[in-house]
């Protein structure tokens, strides 16, 4: 098990089982503290092949170089971080990806995810990075003809992809939760239950670019399904998201850049993927940069 000493406790992590646990008794000193997000998200390349009218990933060509990315991992792993989740844009599209999860399974302690939109996990690629993930996020934002207007594929394609997807690692449903998808959560459940998902990832809309956050009425319309849920699969909500709702924090003491960092495709670091001040990461490496970050958002994280 990977360990990870912070403000909680002693943090113990199995990437294969998906196993957590804290030993919240173990005070250590804050100097002994992990340096590191514990999770950190990489955005491989804004490429994508779906052109979905709500989509805010940015559309300048830009695309990570696989040995950049090795490079950061070494130094992210090293200092504690316990997950690396790559996206884009659409991550299966870099042409490098299956040797960037490759590396990132052999030469690190990291547990491997990325997210996906799901229509390119079919067999020759699900081969190449067979044993090299321990968990998929494929994005389904509603059931049949709700997906499909959101997305422009069929949704039963999806499905099929989806339980391909599974024989190979790990599944999670993840929901922009809006107008159009908050009175299809139960059929998502469904969906998820039904193809072996072993998560349903809940993300309210948020503002960006021209795609507004969620109204009150679906926020209201989500807080009353999510506290009268009793389905088998497990609910996660995002941070930036979970207001009003009835989360379980097991780390609430690790927040801002201990607990999450971004690195989008032109190697600027932040502290989310939607906004706020960023910083390049140089030479010297991803904590350096990790440090300035800290300093400009005036960050004791
Ligand atoms: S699949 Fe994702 S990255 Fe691609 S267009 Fe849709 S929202 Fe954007």
Same mark, same amino acid.
């Given at each position: 098990?990977?360990?990870?000493? =912070?403000?909680?406790?002693?943090?113990?992590?199995?990437?294969?089982?998906?196993?957590?646990?804290?030993?919240?008794?173990?005070?250590?000193?804050?100097?002994?503290?992990?340096?590191?997000?514990?999770?950190?998200?990489?955005? @491989?390349?804004? @490429?994508?092949?779906?052109?979905?009218? +709500?989509?805010?990933?940015?559309?300048?060509?830009?695309?990570?170089?696989?040995?950049?990315?090795?490079?950061?991992?070494?130094?992210?792993?090293? %200092?504690?971080?316990?997950?690396?989740?790559?996206?884009? =844009?659409?991550?299966? $599209?870099?042409?490098? +990806?299956?040797?960037?999860?490759?590396?990132?399974?052999?030469?690190? !302690?990291?547990?491997?995810?990325?997210?996906?939109?799901?229509? !390119?996990? /079919?067999?020759?690629?699900?081969? !190449?990075?067979?044993?090299?993930?321990?968990?998929?996020?494929?994005?389904?934002?509603?059931?049949?003809? %709700?997906?499909?207007?959101?997305?422009?594929?069929? +949704?039963?394609?999806?499905?099929?992809? $989806?339980?391909?997807?599974?024989?190979?690692?790990?599944?999670?449903?993840?929901?922009?939760?809006?107008?159009?998808?908050?009175?299809? @959560?139960?059929?998502?459940?469904?969906?998820?239950?039904?193809?072996?998902?072993?998560?349903?990832?809940?993300?309210?809309? $948020?503002?960006?670019?021209?795609?507004?956050?969620?109204?009150?009425?679906?926020?209201?319309?989500?807080?009353?399904?999510?506290?009268?849920?009793?389905?088998? /699969?497990? $609910?996660?909500?995002?941070?930036?998201?979970?207001?009003?709702?009835?989360?379980?924090?097991?780390?609430?003491?690790?927040?801002?850049?201990?607990?999450?960092?971004?690195?989008?495709?032109?190697?600027?670091?932040?502290?989310?993927?939607?906004? =706020?001040? =960023?910083?390049?990461?140089?030479?010297?490496?991803? @904590?350096?940069?990790?440090?300035?970050?800290?300093? %400009?958002?005036?960050?004791?994280?």
């Amino acid at each position: 098990m990977k360990t990870r000493i =912070g403000q909680d406790g002693l943090h113990l992590f199995n990437r294969h089982t998906g196993l957590n646990i804290l030993l919240d008794e173990v005070r250590a000193d804050p100097s002994a503290w992990s340096s590191t997000p514990r999770q950190v998200s990489i955005a @491989l390349t804004n @490429l994508c092949d779906l052109h979905c009218s +709500f989509c805010f990933a940015p559309k300048h060509p830009a695309m990570l170089s696989a040995e950049s990315v090795a490079a950061w991992l070494k130094e992210l792993d090293q %200092t504690g971080c316990m997950a690396v989740g790559f996206g884009g =844009g659409e991550p299966t $599209l870099h042409p490098q +990806f299956a040797e960037i999860c490759q590396h990132a399974a052999e030469e690190t !302690r990291l547990a491997v995810t990325f997210t996906t939109h799901g229509h !390119r996990l /079919v067999p020759p690629l699900l081969e !190449r990075i067979a044993g090299n993930v321990h968990f998929i996020r494929v994005s389904v934002d509603g059931v049949k003809a %709700t997906y499909e207007a959101q997305r422009g594929r069929r +949704f039963s394609a999806l499905l099929e992809r $989806l339980k391909d997807a599974r024989k190979l690692a790990p599944l999670g449903i993840n929901v922009v939760v809006n107008e159009s998808t908050v009175h299809e @959560l139960d059929a998502l459940v469904k969906v998820a239950y039904d193809v072996g998902a072993s998560e349903l990832l809940l993300l309210p809309q $948020l503002a960006a670019g021209e795609v507004g956050a969620a109204s009150s009425a679906v926020r209201h319309e989500l807080e009353q399904w999510a506290c009268s849920y009793a389905g088998k /699969v497990r $609910l996660a909500v995002s941070e930036a998201g979970s207001e009003g709702l009835p989360t379980c924090d097991p780390l609430p003491q690790e927040k801002g850049l201990r607990a999450y960092a971004h690195i989008d495709t032109s190697g600027v670091i932040r502290a989310s993927s939607y906004e =706020g001040p =960023g910083v390049r990461i140089g030479a010297d490496g991803v @904590l350096a940069a990790l440090n300035r970050l800290k300093s %400009t958002i005036g960050s004791e994280a």
